[in-house]
């Protein structure tokens, strides 16, 4: 029965892949930037949260709230001093500006940090939740999964039922009509942007936690960010998370079915016969006309 | 403010797309409590004076000035929040957004904020098909309905100017006259209202005051009372005597 296993372990790990790529769906259905540097500021997340734990509070959650604080006002100084500036002047040059973070990003962790594979230890790294003859749901799979739903969860209710979100949905919607009822777009730029980077935080962690990491790994989660938000349609909440668990399926049913050198092929193979026949994605909201 | 004082002033203003220029010393004041229209054929410079004036567009070189402060250099989320609005050309409504969530999201601003119920109330009985609708997408109104949206979500920020830029364009007459209709009933409770038109019979008939545009200039203005359809016609049009410009 490991094809069982298969299939929940790639449920579970799309959870993570749908945090991973929830930011990048947020700030290209927002703004229509592609933020090539999301990756890296996930790990970024990933790195701080492990020297936060290691040296100053000693435990992984309150390290994930000091990340969270620390990537929103990075988030927010590159958004207002770099990436706005940028967009008046259209959407390559912020291209390039998100293009540049992500170099100096990955080598500044290279400098700090040093080359060397790490991982965030964790008690319930090897534990198992379940565990039968048949199948296991290993803890930190499963921990990814719920992660995964409560961020969607709390950004759909963020989204739909408070001003601030009725303003992001409307600067996206219209963005003259948004300034004409007195929103502040640049700033709601900004705070997008936040709220991208506290769901990168909780990817930082999660990753830590979940795989073994180098300051250059970023780009792996740069591409599955995009994965999970070209199958699932950019800028729609629960197309992100079926993007994430189709990729997932996508890698783990292809590492069951042919071995694990073809995991990351066949995820990509998905990604190309989805882009062929729904290139839109498959629930967008088609924000962006 | 008294009724009678004026509310806007535009003074000389010009603009430019890069070497094109589109407005030529513009100058004109609107009375508090007034209706004014601006009338013109398409290309004649309306749309481009009217987001000069809420912010969308910078002048190269004139005035602003909203109850005597200097606006020209804010941006639009700032002048909207001094008083001024607009129902834009071609509705722009939400089209995410159910018809009641489009309204609270003209009710943004603080001020507008803490009223939201009663003002909500006042736009449902202004156009009662926006309080049966209330609870659907905005993408499946008529083009009526969406430019009644347009000028409720535009109502729901308590502006003191509300600019209404080519509401009658593509619609049926009858609902035209509804709208213009409520427009007046509106402008007697207070609002200044600035009409923007390519139609000059209606624009007369429901302004007090008309300016008429023409290749980025202003070539006539009077009470549109006194104002002779056929002479606003040639200036609309640039022949006769207008023909100059």
Known sequence: ?289 | MLKGGIMLEVLRLNVHYGDFQALHNISLKIKHGSIVSIIGSNGAGKTTLLNTILGFNKPTSGIVAFQGEKINAMPTHKIVEQGLTMSPEGSKVFQKMTVKENLLMGAYLPKARKDKEETLELVYDMFPILREKAEQSATYLSGGQRQMLAIGRAIMSKPKLLFCDEISLGLAPVIIKDIYQTIKRISQQGLTIVLVEQDVKRSLRYSDYSYVMLKGQIVLEGNSAELVETEVKDAYFGVNKYAKY
């Open chain 1, 1 to 289: 029965m490991d094809i069982l296993q298969s299939l929940l372990n790639g449920v579970l790990l799309g959870g993570l892949y749908a945090v991973i790529g929830i930011g990048m769906s947020l700030i290209f259905g927002i703004m229509g930037l592609t933020n090539l540097a999301h990756g890296d500021l996930i790990i970024t997340g990933t790195f701080v949260c492990m020297a936060v734990a290691a040296q100053f509070v000693g435990n992984l959650w309150l390290s994930l709230l000091v990340t969270i604080c620390v990537m929103t006002i990075v988030g927010f100084l590159i958004q207002h001093f770099l990436v706005n500036r940028m967009l008046d002047k259209g959407a390559e040059p912020a291209l390039l500006v998100t293009f540049g973070i992500s170099i100096c990003l990955s080598n500044a962790l290279l400098l700090l940090f040093g080359a060397d594979a790490r991982s965030i230890q964790s008690s319930i790294m090897s534990a198992n939740v379940i565990k039968t003859e048949f199948y296991s749901i290993s803890a930190v799979y499963l921990l990814d999964f719920i992660a995964a739903i409560i961020v969607i969860f709390s950004l759909h209710c963020l989204l739909k039922y408070t001003y601030f979100g009725r303003a992001i949905r409307a600067t996206s919607d219209e963005i003259g009509s948004a300034e004409l009822v007195g929103v502040n777009t640049k700033k709601i730029y900004s705070y997008t942007m936040c709220l991208a980077m506290v769901s990168a935080a909780v990817a930082g962690l999660l990753v830590g936690m979940t795989f073994i990491f180098y300051p250059s790994t970023g780009t792996q989660y740069l591409i599955i960010a995009f994965g999970v938000v070209v199958i699932g349609g950019m800028g729609s909440l629960v197309g992100t998370l079926l993007g994430g668990i189709i990729l997932g399926l996508a890698q783990l049913l292809g590492a069951h079915f042919f071995g694990a050198g073809y995991q990351l092929l066949a995820g990509y193979l998905v990604l190309l016969i989805i882009l062929t026949i729904k290139p839109e994605g498959l629930l967008s909201s088609a924000i962006r006309k």
